[in-house]
């Protein structure tokens, strides 16, 4: 009577308080309205699904939202209302709409944001040097989880001879010990964060739990001041948590955080190839460069000496020249003076004056007549002429 | 007093810094060898902390295992 009386839809919005699958896969719950504090209930209802809607709308829910319809969580459901006598009044879900739970989820996470931001804590673990050898690897995990032991196989198997020294801090990675649990191992970490270069948190790969876990004001605070940087894998496809936002490095699956490190150690093993090309470039260059400079020196050296033998050679030519005009000239006034001699010579000689005619008279003791004064009448006289002599007396 | 041990980054910044100084030239030929044989020590040390397990790390293991 009373299901025919209120037969129209209605979208309610709350928290579940309780929910779980029963027997037959329906579901049961029940969702309370709390007041703006969040403390007090003011209003509670059950609610049912029937395993055939339940089927469908969880599905889809857990798909665009990665949330489960679990305890705590807010939602906003199409309702009908029901009434059974045995179990009395009841909202039956017909539909969930997910993007209210995103949103609601998203405006928590953004509160939790902005309380770190508010604290000044937000950038600490990214403002973290990220060390260039990420070598030592604490694990925040579950022991058991197939992502643990994927993030463990591609690390040991990496194909570039890495090693990694990985040790698992084991803590609960799914339902509501989430927080304490990864708070415990965190910390355990801290105390002995020189031994450790980097954290990885990473959850198992394909688990579709409760990503709103991770989304605790006091999980993020710890993540963000970790003294040593934190890379967290717990990522969903579409959605991240607070700690995607606080710590240094975050990637969406345990194996991404494993290619992440072996990426790093690749990257510090190319780095160190070119240190080493560019040294041996630097010292061939320095080689050569040193080649060009004694091939310079050998030029210059053996240059210079043919170069001053050149000057010299000139300076000899020019000598010998000088010597040879000076040989030159002095021949040539000699021969002018020998030519004057014999001239002055020829004009001087004797016989020659005498052929000319003239005649050299002499007195009889041999003295050679200059003048008339000595002479004596019938003194002897001999005239030398050309041809002979000639015997006279001083007649007159 | 014992010698501080060498880090990686420490490694690494002594090699970036032999690396320019060959680049530019700024090594005396006499030295070159043994620049080159201090480097080719320091490129062994990075790498052997890349791709081996520190000492210490094997006697934990070892003691655990």
């Known amino acids: 009577m009373l299901e025919s009386s209120i037969d129209e839809e209605y979208w309610v919005e709350g928290e579940f308080a309780d929910a779980s699958v029963g027997f037959g896969g329906h579901f049961y719950g029940e969702m309370v309205q709390k007041d703006e504090q969040g403390r007090n209930i003011v209003a509670r209802a059950r609610v049912t699904c029937w395993a055939r809607n339940y089927n469908i709308i969880s599905l889809r829910f857990q798909k665009e939202t990665g949330e489960t319809l679990r305890r705590g969580l807010h939602v906003k459901l199409l309702v009908k209302v029901t009434f059974h006598e045995q179990y009395g009044y009841a909202l039956n879900i017909l539909d969930v709409d997910s993007s209210f739970t995103l949103g609601d989820m998203a405006r928590r996470r953004k509160e939790i944001l902005a309380q770190l931001q508010q604290d000044g804590i937000i950038n600490d673990n990214k403002e973290l040097p990220l060390p260039s050898l990420l070598k030592h690897i604490a694990v925040v995990s579950s022991a058991g989880a197939a992502g643990y032991g994927d993030f463990c196989d591609q690390l040991e198997q990496n194909d570039y001879g890495l090693f990694f020294h990985h040790h698992l801090f084991p803590a609960v990675m799914q339902g509501t010990n989430v927080e304490e649990s990864v708070m415990t191992a965190l910390a355990a970490i801290a105390d002995e964060a020189d031994c450790w270069d980097c954290v990885v948190i990473i959850r198992g790969g394909g688990a579709t739990g409760d990503l709103s876990d991770f989304d605790s004001y006091p999980l993020a605070a710890a993540v963000a001041q970790m003294p040593i940087p934190v890379i967290v894998g717990i990522g969903h496809e579409r959605d991240e948590t607070v700690l995607d936002f606080v710590a240094h490095v975050r990637v969406k699956t345990p194996t991404a955080a494993a290619a992440f490190l072996i990426d790093n150690g690749v990257q510090q093993l190319s780095r160190l190839d070119d240190i080493q090309n560019r040294m041996i470039q630097g010292v061939s260059l320095l080689c050569e460069r040193q080649q060009r400079y004694i091939e310079q020196l050998t030029v210059r050296l053996t240059s210079a000496p043919s170069k001053l033998l050149l000057t010299e050679q000139h300076h000899l030519e020019i000598l010998q020249n000088r010597h040879m005009q000076a040989a030159r000239f002095m021949l040539q006034n000699a021969k002018l003076q020998l030519q004057n001699l014999e001239t002055r010579y020829v004009a001087l000689d004797p016989v020659l004056q005498l052929k000319r005619g003239f005649s050299l008279t002499y007195t009889a003791d041999g003295q050679l007549l200059r003048s008339t004064k000595d002479l004596h009448y019938g003194e002897p006289l001999i005239t030398r002429l050309a041809d002979g002599t000639v015997k006279s007396e001083v007649t007159q | ?65």
């Not at chain 2, 700024?26 to 043994?34: E, K, N, S, T, Y």
């Not at chain 2, 040390?45 to 791709?51: A, E």
Request: proline residues 0%; charged residues 45%; hydrophobic residues 35%.
């Open chain 2, 1 to 65: 007093m014992k010698e501080k041990e060498l880090t990686y980054e420490a490694a690494m910044e002594r090699l970036e810094k032999q690396a320019r100084e060959m680049e530019n030239g700024d090594v005396a030929i006499d030295q070159l060898a043994v620049k080159l044989k201090d480097a080719q020590q320091l490129l062994q040390f990075c790498k052997d902390k890349l791709t081996k397990a520190d000492e210490e790390v094997r006697k934990l293991l070892d003691e655990q295992g």
